[in-house]
């Protein structure tokens, strides 16, 4: 992985950054008894996606910059695992959801470009 001055020049923590947003928007319209459950998990995982994306361009250690990478792969199909149980609850729609899917493919492809650079 080559080394990055600032990790808010990365493409992905950007990609990761709006992830947020649309995990935040999409999710406002859930059940209130979700606030606890889905509604946390989602935004939990979604908040985590460029905040690990910061520690792996920061730490300066390769090893452990691969680590957190790893740690983001698996939070981005955390992720979509909860938005296809939320179509599969009904609480959003396939045409809703779409967009997060392929931004969560999106940031997985860039993740394996930066493991790969």
């Given at each position: 992985?080559?080394?990055?001055?600032?990790?808010?020049?990365?493409?992905?923590?950007?990609?990761?950054?709006e992830?947020?947003?649309?995990?935040y928007g999409l999710t406002e319209n859930y059940p209130a008894d979700e606030k606890q459950g889905l509604i946390s998990q989602m935004r939990t995982a979604a908040i985590k996606v460029p905040?690990?994306?910061?520690a792996a361009a920061s730490c300066g250690n390769l090893k452990i910059s691969l680590w957190y990478l790893a740690i983001v792969d698996g939070l981005l199909a955390a992720l979509e695992a909860h938005l296809k149980l939320s179509i599969r609850l009904n609480y959003v729609s396939k045409i809703d959801a779409a967009p997060?899917?392929?931004?969560?493919?999106?940031?997985?492809?860039?993740?394996?470009?930066?493991i790969l650079s």
């Open positions: 992985m080559k080394e990055i001055e600032k990790f808010e020049d990365l493409e992905v923590w950007k990609a990761g950054m992830l947020v947003q649309e995990v905040a690990k994306i910061a997060i899917l392929e931004k969560c493919k999106s940031i997985e492809r860039m993740i394996e470009e930066l």
